[in-house]
């Protein structure tokens, strides 16, 4: 029995791995990858089945998670961006190695052009690097199915599978045909005989990287069927992939003639090389449509038997994502008579602080209390979040970011380096994600910085997911070891502001290290009612204690 309904390509994904009959989905919040794990949690909560779904402090904790429930036998989804797979990316490679247990799949969504990401690196080259597969969809249905596939994959190879999106896929919409709803099953834990599997000291790690190279002629082959050659009547083809795939395929309705090139699809990896051969002998030249690093270019390039055209011999620009008109001038096609491209020349609208943003008031107070010590054109090192606004005129308050914690471990460096004052900006959730390590460094360095913590207590940017450090911020920056008089909470608001920039001016002027806590909850969160919830129950659990303590002897 099938059932339709409308999704967003990445919410496809969730979609299926709840069909599939996973017992727990986990991710880290990030463009264009969270609609996926609120996907499945939505129907993980609707089910009341004894399934779990589970935000992580970050992506390599939320990869750990998935690990260790595929360890007890069940299958498990993982959700993140391309470059939290940087964080993860010591779980993802180790685990080649370890295998799984039950269906693992790490969904990954890239984001080519950088609509709201640091860099557009391309998963498929950390898949290659790890040994493992990718499943690379080009529709929403695809996503769904691919999933699916992913999962089996993952079983019947005893590795984690890579699920590879980019943010075009992840964000279209289009009608979904989804499957009966399989129950949550387990294989049971491992046999007692592959323990050894999973304990990577260098004897154990050793045999089981030989086990996974062994094993790479069977991940081919089971990737294969995946991929195709479509043969044509012409010297000159295509070979295609991902988002590749979905603009031929739109071109090809348009112009039914384009059928006598001969075409490779790619939707999964690793590729056989008997495949491109046997491709490549029927083409004398080949133009690669695929994003967004030249993976397939590059490989058919090696072969040497055809002109290969793509993005480094400049047939199509070296970044950004691909689109119907970048395929169209490739592939020399003209606009039909009469129907000239439409250009809209429109000035540029710059992302902004929502009004009312408590963000603006904290940045305010810092700005000026660095004008009030004599440093009014201090370096201040920012964090990633939506408070990385403020690197933007007319705020220009923030002066680089990097990626996710680096304000604090950067700012700690220039402040051995002689720095003062040494400042860093990081939200709360970031906190949690990897503030913490550098805080403790910084405590133990006892070097003069100024850390500021924007608590907006959740994860603003990407949907106002609840902050796991919610309410915890202070109880963490003490366990890092900075005194209690060095630690200071305040509300960014405007009556406030004389303040603010008074506490700020002292932290400032500490000699070691220092730490101000700006908190106001975000007020998309306030007008969405994220925390309401949250916050009743925790006035009742306060009010609770309260009455307890004065009832006691």
Known sequence: ???????????????????????????????????????????????????????????????????GLSYTGHRALVTMKHVGL??????FANSALTGVRGGLVL??????????????????????????????????????????????LSETLQVPVMLRIVTRLAHCRATLARRATQPPATLGLAPESTIQDWVLIPSNARRRYVDLLDKQPRLMAETTPLNRLVPGTVRRGVALAGMGRAYFGQLLHENPGLSALPRLEIAAYPVDPALEQAFLSQVDEVVVFEED????????????????????????????????RLLKRALDLEPPTGKAAISLDLPVRAPRFCDGCGHV????????????????????????????????????????????????????????????????????????HSGLPALLTAADA??????????????????QQPSQALDQVERMVRGMGIADDQLQVL????????????????????????????????IQSIRRGVLKEHDREEKARQETACCGAEVRP
């Not at 070097?447 to 990407?462: A, E, K, S, W, Y």
């Not at 920039?501 to 500490?510: E, G």
Request: net charge negative; proline share 5%.
């Open 1 to 67: 029995m099938t059932q339709s309904t409308l999704a967003l390509g990445v919410e496809a994904v969730g979609c299926a791995a709840f069909d599939a009959g996973i017992k727990g989905a986990f991710g880290y919040p990030g463009t264009p990858s969270t609609e996926g794990f609120e996907a499945v949690e939505l129907l993980i909560h609707g089910a009341r089945d004894g399934r779990v779904a589970q935000w992580a402090a970050n992506e390599k904790v939320a990869y750990d998670l998935a690990l």
């Open 361 to 432: 008031d904290a940045y305010g107070a810092v700005q000026q209390a660095l004008a009030n010590v004599g440093a009014p054109d201090a370096r201040v090192f920012g964090d990633i979040g939506c408070y990385t606004l403020a690197a933007q005129e007319p705020m220009a308050a923030i002066h680089a970011v990097v990626e996710m914690g680096a304000s604090i471990s950067m700012a700690v460096g220039a402040a051995l380096a002689g720095q003062t004052p040494a400042v860093a900006v990081i939200g709360d959730s970031t906190f949690g």
């Open 86 to 91: 940087n964080v993860a990316m010591d779980a």
């Open 491 to 522: 509300l960014p608001v405007p009556k406030q502001h004389e303040a603010n920039v008074a506490a700020m001016v002292a932290a400032l002027r500490h000699p070691g290290p220092s730490v101000v806590v700006f908190r106001r909850e975000c």
């Open 293 to 324: 690093y030249p993976v397939l270019e590059e490989r058919l390039g090696l072969r040497g038997t055809a002109a290969v055209r793509g993005r480094l011999d400049g047939a199509l620009p070296r970044t950004g994502e691909l689109s119907p």
């Open 107 to 152: 969904l990954v969504a890239d984001d080519p052009g950088m609509h709201s990401s640091q860099n557009e690196q391309d998963s498929r080259r950390l898949a290659e690097f790890a040994w493992l597969p990718c499943l690379e969809p080009s529709t929403v249905q695809e996503c769904y199915d691919f999933t699916f596939r992913a999962f089996e």
């Open 446 to 463: 006892g070097v003069n910085v100024t850390v500021v913590i924007l608590d907006n207590r959740v994860v603003g940017m990407t949907g």
